[in-house]
């Protein structure tokens, strides 16, 4: 299976200032098909996970431009540029590129 | 406007069959795939496995053995059954659509005697 490694385990971040989380695969996440199937997700807290991003950098309907995606291979990262409270919760990638899909075991964001 | 909704049992016994209904709004099962992911304290988010829009499934190896997944398109319905349930499957059963880009809120899931 892919291991997927995220970093930190959590963050701790002021309101308006930048935060960046690290996902790293253990294989190539690129497809046959020649795309990279990466997402990234957040669950606030009592909540159920929501897509921000999807094919490593596309941001899901609503989901505000200060979030931002990038990465290839095996190595990706989420930026968010301006924290804002609602922020906050876990965010985990995910690849769906290879059998079994897997996530990461998340970085919970939290406020300083 | 899409909706899924998760409908369990809320407490199963140990060796028993899980089963869980989720149902869907503002879309057509045979257009999207549709997904099972777990919530467990043990292991945190796994994916378990999809339908896909023919119908046809793919499961995680992890739990091939004793899981399956139907779905009846004339309800808007698909189903999870998971037999032979143990402590550590206690957790929140979720369905998602296609890239998981939409969720149901969760069916949480005891497994105790």
């Known amino acids: 299976d892919v291991v997927m490694t995220q970093t930190p385990v959590s963050l701790s971040v002021a309101i308006g200032q930048p935060a960046s989380i690290s996902c790293k695969s253990s294989?190539?996440?690129?497809?046959?098909?020649?795309?990279?199937?990466l997402n990234w997700l957040l669950q606030r807290p009592g909540q159920s996970p929501k897509r921000l991003i999807y094919?490593?950098?596309k941001l899901d309907s609503g989901i505000p431009d200060r979030f931002s995606g990038s990465g290839s291979e095996t190595d990706f990262t989420l930026k968010i540029s301006r924290v804002e409270a609602d922020d906050l919760g876990v965010y985990y990638c995910?690849?769906?590129?290879?059998?079994?899909?897997?996530f990461g075991a998340g970085t919970k964001l939290e406020l300083k | 406007q899409v909706q899924l909704k998760e409908t369990g049992p809320g407490l199963v016994q140990p060796t028993q069959t899980l089963s869980i209904t989720c149902t869907v709004s503002?879309?057509?099962?045979?257009?999207?795939?549709m997904q099972w992911v777990r919530q467990t304290p043990g292991k945190g988010l796994e994916w378990m496995g999809f339908?896909?829009?023919?119908?046809?499934?793919e499961y995680n190896s992890e739990f091939k053995s004793r899981l399956s997944i139907s779905r009846d398109t004339s309800k808007n319905q698909v189903f999870l059954k998971m037999n032979s349930l143990k402590t550590e499957d206690t957790g929140v059963y979720y369905c998602?659509?296609?890239?998981?880009?939409?969720w149901g809120q969760g069916a949480s899931v005891t497994v105790s005697s």
């Open positions: 339908i896909r829009s023919g119908g046809s499934t």
């Open positions: 995910l690849q769906g590129t290879h059998f079994p899909y897997t």
């Open positions: 998602a659509r296609d890239g998981m880009d939409a």
């Open positions: 094919l490593v950098s």
């Open positions: 294989q190539s996440l690129v497809g046959t098909s020649g795309k990279t199937y």
């Open positions: 503002g879309f057509s099962l045979t257009s999207y795939y």
